[in-house]
């Protein structure tokens, strides 16, 4: 399976603090993208970091990639119960001319007020 | 979800029965996707498309056909529904993001449930 892995499965933190969730990948990437899905919901795109940065920040949101390690992080920072959903990365690869997007298992994260 | 519908959103089946799920596009990209979700595997891949009649296996294409014979429409068909085929079906489009410097990122659909008894 090309499937990446994320962890922990869950998370369960107080608001305010930080949630820090981890994914690993197992092919070349041209980029790294995490989503977020809420509950009974499709998945919303939050953060894209190419395969040649190192870290991006968007809001509260810090993306580190080391692709030696085939690996990202996502953290959040000052969490919220608002953020309580779940985490997935995508890793886009281009195979054969074609684009082609392989999510990890998902980390579902609990803010708890 | 802006740009993208599926139907139907939710379907109860008999095992053995065909099913086709829909999903509609109003924005002209090229790239389709249809990605099933279960619980402790996340989303799987299992067909993709890059343009009308140019489709590609996922990882989980077993019992899976799909067709694209118009930009707008990406349909999945269950030939013969089984009991493991009982999942959230999301379909998503690749297009330019606007926060992420002309990057593509997916959108997707608000889901299809499938129940096959």
């Known amino acids: 399976s090309q499937q990446g892995e994320e962890d922990p499965q869950a998370l369960s933190i107080q608001e305010g603090e930080n949630a820090t969730m981890n994914c690993s990948y197992k092919?070349?990437?041209?980029?790294l993208q995490w989503y977020r899905q809420n509950s009974g919901r499709g998945l919303v795109h939050l953060i894209l970091?190419?395969?040649?940065?190192r870290e991006k920040h968007s809001g509260r949101l810090r993306v580190t990639l080391d692709t030696s390690k085939k690996s990202s992080s996502l953290l959040i920072t000052a969490s919220r119960a608002a953020d309580t959903a779940s985490y997935f990365c995508?890793?886009?690869?281009?195979?054969?001319?074609?684009?082609?997007?392989?999510f990890g298992t998902g980390t579902r994260l609990k803010v708890l007020a | 979800d802006a740009g993208i519908t599926q139907s139907p959103r939710h379907k109860v089946t008999e095992t053995g029965t065909p099913v086709t799920l829909r999903c509609h596009q109003t924005?002209?990209?090229?790239?389709m996707y249809w990605y099933r979700q279960d619980p402790g595997h996340g989303l799987r891949l299992i067909h993709y498309?890059?343009?009308?009649?140019?489709?590609d296996k996922g990882e989980v294409s077993d019992g899976y056909s799909v067709s694209r014979s118009k930009t707008e429409d990406f349909l999945l068909t269950l030939e013969s529904a089984t009991s493991s085929q009982t999942s959230v079906y999301f379909c998503?489009?690749?297009?330019?993001?606007?926060?992420?410097?002309?990057?593509?990122?997916?959108?997707f659909g608000a889901g299809s449930r499938l129940t096959v008894l």
């Open positions: 498309s890059y343009g009308v009649k140019d489709t």
């Open positions: 092919t070349s990437i041209n980029n």
């Open positions: 998503a489009i690749r297009g330019v993001s606007g926060t992420d410097s002309g990057a593509n990122v997916l959108t």
């Open positions: 970091i190419r395969s040649n940065e």
């Open positions: 924005e002209n990209h090229r790239y």
């Open positions: 995508a890793t886009d690869a281009r195979t054969s001319g074609t684009y082609k997007y392989i």
